[in-house]
């Protein structure tokens, strides 16, 4: 399939899971660049409406589709580089938390959090690889959590998801170094999104409520803004948020002594 004709002086971001929480926000801010930007997420309405009320710098496609499916993620890479003939830098956002603990939750809620959450972003990273090999040149940025470093309760299959993209993505910027491929993990602690009423419950459905903790996380502006000055720096890894962000060097220090500030903190 031909693509355009690069442009070599402006960068191509692609933004997944951007109707709505973290980005939403990494779209509205990166829209005020000089740069090219793709925007994907299921809901496509919500997508077109953020393009049309937009007076930024950038230049916007919309590229709806599921991450969840799987199969389908050569074909939107096809798609996305008929935009504007690349991608520099792809920001892999998309996915869904939960609330529930292990005995109460079906196995279907753990399947559904590795395949959105995890094999979702390694289908579309995957299919991506082989451009960014030949223009040898390519960012990936995932969107991580804490919850990615260490655990915590009522998130057994969100901090299993979590914890495996860094497997994956630790041994890809190992394996495409030398193509000038880039990793950054972006690990979140708690920022007020809609992510707690959009997490799933043992029984697969929405939670449908806030929680304290999310709705006393880090402004999402100030968040983002703290994300994209790290995907600008090129960092391999960054943890953003309150207190709950110490976990990951506790982690380091003392598994043990992490588990019991954890248990201790019966955060929901």
Not at 75 to 83: P, S, T, Y
Not at 231 to 254: M, N, Y
Request: proline fraction near 3%.
């Amino acid at each position: 399939m031909a693509h355009k004709k690069m442009d070599n002086l402006t960068p191509v971001v692609w933004i997944t899971g951007a109707s709505s929480g973290i980005g939403a926000e990494l779209a509205k801010q990166y829209s005020k660049r000089n740069i090219n930007l793709i925007l994907s997420a299921r809901r496509a309405e919500v997508l077109f409406k953020f393009k049309e009320s937009s007076k930024g710098g950038a230049k916007i496609e919309i590229l709806p589709f599921d991450i969840n499916d799987f199969d389908s993620a050569p074909k939107q890479v096809e798609k996305a580089l008929l935009f504007f003939g690349r991608v520099d830098v792809l920001i892999n956002n998309a996915g869904i938390s939960q609330r529930s603990l292990i005995i109460d939750s079906k196995f279907d809620v753990f399947k559904k959090l590795i395949e959105i959450d995890y094999l979702g972003t390694v289908a579309l990273s995957r299919a991506i690889l082989p451009y960014f090999i030949s223009q040898q040149s390519g960012h990936y940025v995932v969107v991580s959590s804490v919850m990615g470093k260490f655990g915590s309760p009522y998130r057994s299959g969100y901090c299993g998801a979590k914890h495996a993209l860094h497997g994956f993505f630790d041994v890809l910027r190992m394996e495409h170094q030398k193509d000038n491929v880039i990793v950054t993990m972006v690990c979140p602690g708690f920022v007020a999104t809609p992510i707690a009423l959009n997490s799933i419950r043992g029984d697969g459905n929405a939670m449908g409520k806030d929680d304290q903790a999310t709705r006393k996380g880090l402004n999402v502006i100030y968040f983002v803004r703290k994300m994209i000055q790290a995907i600008d720096q090129k960092k391999w890894e960054v943890s953003i948020g309150g207190k709950e962000k110490l976990g990951v060097f506790l982690k380091r220090l003392s598994n043990k002594l992490l588990h019991n500030i954890v248990i201790r903190s019966r955060v929901r």
